[in-house]
């Protein structure tokens, strides 16, 4: 490995220690044993660690919009344009095709 490579793969991980050392911590204390015992399963189950784990449900629970998020976006939404008779033979088009 020549002097060049040997420095861009030093400059690589000095970015990588960077990158981390910026990232947010959350720390949860007073966790049951059986709750950490089943996240610890889960986590083995998917072939990782704990935190990646935990790391990946909490960006899943971040992108999930709560019920409250739901009912604002629906509300917001333009109301159709659809007559009841409209809707009414829709619904009978599609029935008839099962």
Partial sequence: MDSGSMLNGRREIAMKRM??????????RDVSIPVHE????????AGQSLQQFLSNQLAILAATPSLDELLDRIEQQELGK???????????GERARR
């Fill in 19 to 28: 990158y981390f050392a910026c990232m947010p911590n959350i720390q949860i």
């Fill in 38 to 45: 089943a996240l610890v399963r889960k986590a083995e189950l």
């Fill in 82 to 92: 659809l007559s009841t008779a409209d809707a009414l033979q829709a619904i009978s």
